[in-house]
């Protein structure tokens, strides 16, 4: 896939441990099959993970038969574009990663708002 990120360069991978993204490629590829919009490149924190238990998405608890070992504060992840702006509006947006965020999240959220919460760290 060519993708592209919101920041309009070539689409960069965003983790391969844990395995992410809606084809699990390490990516936040999509297509019209991707009905949770699974866009934006995130760095998960022990306060969204919270949140995001609370409201039903429980990230952190492993599901072996899923090949999926659970998240942890630290670990990169295609997150939900809704699932983002929750987040967001709830306070607890975990920072994003706007090279491996797809440029369809914009059809979800601002730019803006992505930039607000860009990751600060190192990106590889």
Request: overall charge negative.
């Amino acid at each position: 896939m060519n993708a592209k990120n919101v920041i309009g360069t070539e689409l960069a991978p965003c983790s391969y441990d844990p395995l992410t993204g809606y084809f699990r490629d390490g990516c936040c590829n999509t297509d019209a099959s991707d009905h949770g919009s699974h866009l934006i490149c995130v760095r998960v924190t022990a306060e969204f993970l919270h949140f995001s238990k609370a409201v039903g998405n429980d990230l952190v608890t492993p599901l072996p038969e899923h090949r999926f070992n659970g998240l942890g504060p630290g670990d990169r992840w295609c997150l939900c574009a809704l699932r983002w702006r929750e987040a967001m509006e709830a306070g607890v947006a975990p920072p994003v990663i706007l090279e491996a965020t797809h440029a369809n999240a914009l059809q979800f959220v601002t730019m803006a708002q992505l930039e607000k919460h860009r990751y600060q760290g190192t990106v590889h």
